[in-house]
């Protein structure tokens, strides 16, 4: 199996993050998964200690704070690898008609999709310019590419992320850092 190095997934204790935390461990990677709470970090632990032991370490972290973010990635790499690998998959959803929504809501959306996306990925990234090259996959949605009802923050943040990958691309190539996006329709997962 080969040895890529280590792999953050954010919200990688639930859904779309934790089926991708199991493809990667087993394409060979280890992991970091970074989630809100511990009881869920705890579960899907085990489950991927099961499929590969001694691969997947975890991290409480809440991806809208910076010091959090700072805080839970410090020292990850010691005794265990190099970051090369990111899927930002931390989000919430939210479904609430136009005039329905608060400004608390919609900043809410913005700060963990959007914001926490940026920050997670610039604070990993500098490790992995440090190491020369990298891969960061930051998970949008079709609600970003094309309004849909109700999405009105939920579609803002996911058109910012989309956009924001298109930024980082350009930026971050010559530092060999590749930045993509994925924009999922439905998914059955725990967010729906
Ligand atoms: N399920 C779908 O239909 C669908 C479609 C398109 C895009 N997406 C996107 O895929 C991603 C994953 O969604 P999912 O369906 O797997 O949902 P999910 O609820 O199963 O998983 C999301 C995870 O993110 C975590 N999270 C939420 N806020 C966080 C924060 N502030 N800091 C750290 N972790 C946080 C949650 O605790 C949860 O474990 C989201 O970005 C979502 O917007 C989902």
Redesign the pocket.
């Known amino acids: 199996m080969t040895d890529h190095g280590v792999a953050i997934v954010?919200?990688?204790?639930?859904?779309?993050?934790?089926?991708i935390a199991r493809a990667l461990l087993g394409d060979g990677w280890k992991l970091i998964i970074?989630?809100?709470?511990q009881g869920?970090l705890d579960a899907a632990h085990a489950e991927l200690e099961r499929l590969r032991p001694n691969a997947t370490k975890s991290v409480i972290?809440?991806?809208?704070?910076e010091a959090s973010v700072i805080a839970g990635l410090e020292g990850c790499e010691d005794g265990f690898g190099p970051v090369r690998g990111l899927v930002?998959?931390?989000?919430?959803?939210r479904d609430t008609p136009f005039f329905e929504t608060s400004v608390e809501v919609f900043r809410k959306v913005l700060d963990?999709?959007l914001v926490?996306t940026f920050i997670v990925a610039r604070e990993a990234g500098k490790l992995m310019r440090t190491h020369g090259r990298g891969a960061i996959v930051n998970?949008?949605?079709?609600?970003g590419q094309r309004g849909n009802l109700g999405r009105s923050a939920?579609g803002a943040s996911?058109g910012g992320v989309i956009t924001l990958t298109q930024v980082m691309a350009c930026e971050l190539a010559p530092e060999n850092i590749r930045v993509n996006a994925i924009?999922?329709?439905?998914?059955?997962?725990?967010?729906?």
């Open positions: 954010t919200g990688g204790a639930s859904g779309i993050g934790l089926a970074a989630d809100l709470a869920p972290m809440d991806v809208a704070d930002n998959s931390a989000g919430i959803g963990i999709n926490g998970i949008a949605s079709i609600s939920y996911k924009a999922p329709g439905p998914v059955e997962t725990p967010l729906v």
